[in-house]
């Protein structure tokens, strides 16, 4: 890569604004629209914010840790920005596209680089309908939620929902149940990555339930239809020892 043109943009944490006010100083500042490469600063939940206002342009997102997990980020490191950023790995994401339609028949649409998710709005248990590529697998799921992953998302809420890691390059998406009650010993499966994931709320009166695509939540949901989107990507750079196939890799063995 030659040499970039690069935009800074952080989260309102106050360590993330010194961070870009001490870039800016050593490197100066684009505007975003006019950018190669956007340096974000901040943690995960910002990273997605960003990646999401980066779908459909022809730039890519460098994150730098100024946040608290950081899993989809690099170390922060004033020095030498330049250079690790032409000698990065670029990791090409491709979104979920969720289609909810709610009790009044409006439908919605989010796209998810994490997960999209189900969840019970009230103290009882959801009541859903699992249908993969047309066909019912599961006519009824009694949960507190159930979720679709990415593989790059897989190790954020599908992880502590006890879905399976998956593997950068596996084509593959996650379905894990939430606090599944029945079947009780359900944990879920793992789907090629053109698959179409449908959701029935079954009892959607009596046991109301909301769809939330990242940050974006549609409230009482009657049925949700999920796919990959291969016509909306958005491209990630990693220093290339800690590439996101690494870190993947690397959570599976950690305790």
């Known amino acids: 890569m030659a040499k970039p043109k690069i935009a800074f943009v952080a989260s309102s944490a106050p360590k993330a604004r010194r961070a870009r006010a001490r870039l800016e100083e050593l490197y100066g500042t684009r505007d975003p629209a006019r950018a190669d490469v956007i340096v974000a600063l901040g943690g995960d939940g910002f990273m997605l914010e960003t990646l999401h206002q980066c779908f459909g342009k022809d730039v890519a997102v460098y994150g730098m840790n100024r946040g608290s997990v950081g899993f989809l980020m690099n170390a922060y490191e004033p020095e030498g920005l330049i250079k690790r950023i032409q000698a990065a790995q670029s990791t090409v994401l491709h979104p979920l596209r969720m289609t909810a339609t709610d009790i009044n028949g409006t439908c919605h649409e989010a796209v998810a680089i994490n997960e999209v998710a189900l969840f019970r709005e009230t103290r009882q248990t959801t009541k859903v309908q699992v249908s993969v590529d047309g066909v019912v697998r599961m006519k009824e799921l009694m949960c507190d939620g159930v979720l679709v992953s990415t593989a790059a998302g897989s190790t954020a809420y599908n992880l502590s929902a006890h879905g399976p890691i ?40 009596k046991r109301p339930v909301s769809a939330v695509a990242d940050s974006t939540e549609v409230r009482d949901v009657v049925h949700v239809d999920i796919r990959a989107d291969e016509s909306c990507a958005v491209t990630l750079l990693f220093d290339r020892e800690h590439n996101l196939e690494e870190r993947i890799l690397k959570e599976q063995f950690e305790t």
């Open 166 to 205: 998956l593997p950068i390059g596996s084509r593959t998406l996650a379905l894990t149940p939430i606090s599944a009650f029945r079947p009780r010993r359900w944990r879920g499966a793992i789907l090629p990555e053109d698959t179409e994931v449908r959701f029935d709320v079954l009892d959607h009166a």
